[in-house]
T-cell receptor, first 114, second 116 residues
Framework: DSGVTQTPKHLITATGQRVTLRCSPR?????VYWYQQSLDQGLQFLIQYYNGEERAKGNILERFSAQQFPDLHSELNLSSLELGDSALYFC?????????????FGPGTRLTVL | GENVEQHPSTLSVQEGDSAVIKCTYS??????FPWYKQELGKRPQLIID?????GEKKDQRIAVTLNKTAKHFSLHITETQPEDSAVYFC???????????????FGTGTRLQVTL
C-alpha cells in the first residue's frame, strides 16, 4: 500500500458525460501528479499540482481539468467524454515539486466510456 | 522536452536467466533515472533509481547502469524468477532549477515474461 488513495476504483459512463476522479496523496506529500494509461500503453503525464498550485502540464486535453484543494487532495475532471478516453487514470504523490523524487502511485481509477 | 525511448517492448526469458532493458533519453540536463515495475492490474512501483553522479547501482538481483555520455541507461535483472514477470518502465527527469517544477518522462514500457 503506497498511502495514496483514489476513488472510485471503476467508473463506467457514456460518451458526452462528465466525471470526477479523486486522489488523496500520502501524508506529508505536497505534490500530486495525474497520469493516463491506455490499454497496453505507457504512462502519459497529464498535470501536476504542488501545494494547491498547478506546476507542470503535460498532454492534457482542454476537456480535462484538475485542481488541488487546501487539504491537498486533488480532483481530475473529464468532460465531453469520448470512447478514446477509456483508460486507467493514476495519480501519484511526492514530497517535492521537482521530478527527481520518488513518486508513489495510487491504485488507479479504471474509466470505461461506452 | 525530454523524450525517452525504451527497448525491447517485450522480453521473454527462462527462469534463472538474466534480463536487460535499455532506455535512451534526449535531454542532457536529465539527472534522475528511476525504474518502475507494474504488475498486471496493479499500480507502478519504484524498484530502483540512479542519479547522474553515479554510474551503477545495485539492489540484490537488480542493477541499473548509466552512461551519461551516450545518454542511455539500462536495467539488469539477474537470476530471474516468475514473480519478476511484469511491465517495467524507465523514466528520466531533468535537474531541477530552483523555483521551477520538473516532471518525469516515462518510456513506453517493456513487458517481461519469465517462463519456467
Amino acid at each position: 500500500d503506497s498511502g495514496v488513495t483514489q476513488t472510485p476504483k471503476h467508473l463506467i459512463t457514456a460518451t458526452g458525460q462528465r466525471v470526477t476522479l479523486r486522489c488523496s496523496p500520502r501524508s506529508g506529500d505536497l505534490s500530486v501528479y495525474w497520469y493516463q494509461q491506455s490499454l497496453d500503453q505507457g504512462l502519459q503525464f497529464l498535470i501536476q499540482y504542488y501545494n494547491g498550485e498547478e506546476r507542470a502540464k503535460g498532454n492534457i486535453l482542454e476537456r480535462f481539468s484538475a485542481q488541488q484543494f487546501p487539504d491537498l487532495h486533488s480532483e481530475l475532471n473529464l468532460s465531453s467524454l469520448e470512447l478514446g478516453d477509456s483508460a486507467l487514470y493514476f495519480c501519484a504523490s511526492s514530497v517535492a515539486y521537482t521530478g527527481d523524487n520518488e513518486q508513489f502511485f495510487g491504485p488507479g481509477t479504471r474509466l470505461t466510456v461506452l | 522536452g525530454e523524450n525517452v525511448e525504451q527497448h525491447p517492448s517485450t522480453l521473454s526469458v527462462q527462469e534463472g536467466d538474466s534480463a536487460v532493458i535499455k532506455c535512451t533519453y534526449s535531454d542532457s540536463a536529465s539527472n534522475y533515472f528511476p525504474w518502475y515495475k507494474q504488475e498486471l492490474g496493479k499500480r507502478p512501483q519504484l524498484i530502483i533509481d540512479i542519479r547522474s553522479n553515479v554510474g551503477e547501482k545495485k539492489d540484490q538481483r537488480i542493477a541499473v547502469t548509466l552512461n551519461k555520455t551516450a545518454k542511455h541507461f539500462s536495467l539488469h535483472i539477474t537470476e530471474t524468477q516468475p514473480e519478476d514477470s511484469a511491465v517495467y518502465f524507465c523514466a528520466a527527469s531533468p535537474r531541477p532549477i530552483t523555483g521551477t517544477a520538473s516532471k518525469l518522462t516515462f518510456g513506453t514500457g517493456t513487458r517481461l515474461q519469465v517462463t519456467l
